[in-house]
């Protein structure tokens, strides 16, 4: 098999291990109330210090990446991403907690940035785009782990699924990490700091709001949709990750089509549609009456939200009158802040007028996003034939 090849499917099993864990992560979330005596505002705050440890990564992945490499970098935040779930579930105090979350958070954060500059390269190498389906691995991953972790804690408890998910990623991970792609340190001169740190362009902050707002409800469903259809729908432990395990099972589906359909239809099109379709998921999800109802329109959102986030980000890449590198580091900070950091502010509404409420607005959200859609123009050229 072709080196090249053999790259690929190593960062394909990057994408799925990191999936993987976050997914198994998310039946685990409503067990962290009882065993540590919180509330749901407390719990907001704990994945606050997730998202910031996540963030806070990302912010100086960039500059490892240029002085050592994709490879190197990915590798070692892989094998370092292996013990952060145990970590967190075997946490014996709530400082302890927060410390494990921030850990867990700076790791797939750093994983992430890693795993998608391996994927460039490969792209370059192949001669073309693998990025879509790349996170369609991501979803894979993470409906796999949510939907066998609320079976497995149901079965043989939390901690004996945290350290079997723990095992199966690091098995996946070490796997993969042999074959990864070794590409060259970027040279001195573009470790120059930047003479500006914000865009002045307004129409790059409107993508990158459109970013925001297109992973605040992958954030949701993510960290809220199992303690919801578990606290407001009567679900069970067994039941309550596969509201998270519908959604990412179906933008995993809907990644490995996103290709073809964007071809087929345009950016701005397929933009609008899929943010229309996810609004109406997630209000579909806050209406529902009955736990399987939900898990349903959780699936739904799933298939509109897949989508957005590649459509943008082709938006922002082409954007003109800015660095094509510049525009995406900007635009895809703003996103991750938004599935990062937004939830904790989510567990406050919830907390005060119920989840209901809360995927409603989130649905209107996305509304929004269909609006704008236009402003994603810039990605038709990327339809026209132009490599990803």
């Not at 050592?68 to 579930?89: D, E, K, Q, Y």
């Not at 002045?200 to 925001?212: E, F, I, P, Q």
């Not at 605040?216 to 469903?221: D, L, Q, R």
């Amino acid at each position: 098999m072709d080196r090249t090849i053999q790259a690929r499917w190593a960062v394909a099993g990057a994408f799925l291990a990191n999936g993987f864990i976050m997914g198994s992560f998310a039946p685990q979330i409503p067990l962290l109330l009882p065993r540590h005596d919180i509330t749901k505002s407390t719990l907001g705050l704990m994945l606050l210090a997730l998202g910031i440890g996540a963030v806070m990564a990302m912010l100086f992945s960039g500059k490892i990446i240029a002085r050592f490499g994709s490879r190197a970098t990915l590798t070692a935040f892989a094998l370092a991403l292996i013990p952060v779930l145990p970590g967190v579930v075997l946490a014996p105090s709530v400082p302890m907690l927060v410390l494990a979350m921030a850990a867990m958070g700076a790791m797939v954060g750093c994983m992430d940035v890693a795993m998608n500059a391996q994927a460039v390269e490969v792209e370059r190498r192949l001669g073309r785009a693998i990025m879509s389906s790349s996170h369609g691995f991501w979803s894979l991953g993470g409906f796999a782990g949510a939907g066998l972790g609320g079976l497995v804690i149901a079965r043989q408890g939390a901690e004996a699924h945290a350290l079997g998910a723990a095992a199966c990623a690091g098995l996946v991970i070490v796997a993969a990490l042999p074959w990864l792609m070794t590409a060259p340190a970027a040279p001195a001169q573009t470790l120059r700091p930047r003479t500006r740190l914000l865009p002045r362009d307004m129409a790059l902050w409107v993508l990158g709001l459109m970013s925001l707002m297109s992973m605040v409800p992958e954030g949701a469903v993510l960290d809220w949709a199992a303690l919801y259809i578990q606290t407001e729908l009567g679900a069970d432990v067994a039941s309550s990750g596969l509201a998270f395990s519908l959604f990412a099972g179906a933008m995993a589906v809907m990644r490995f089509l996103g290709d073809g359909l964007r071809n087929r239809y345009g950016a701005v099109r397929t933009l609008r549609l899929s943010a229309m379709i996810g609004g109406a998921g997630l209000m579909a999800a806050a209406l529902a009456p009955s736990a399987p109802v939900a898990i349903l329109a959780f699936g739904l959102a799933g298939v509109g939200v897949a989508n957005m986030i590649p459509v943008v980000f082709s938006a922002a890449g082409n954007h003109p009158g800015v660095a094509s590198g510049a525009a995406i580091s900007f635009v895809t900070m703003l996103g991750y802040s938004g599935i990062l950091l937004a939830p904790t502010s989510i567990g406050f509404v919830a907390d005060a007028v119920g989840f209901r409420v809360t995927f409603a607005v989130l649905a209107g959200v996305l509304i929004v996003v269909s609006l704008l859609a236009t402003r994603a123009s810039a990605a038709e050229p990327v339809q026209q034939g132009h490599p990803a």
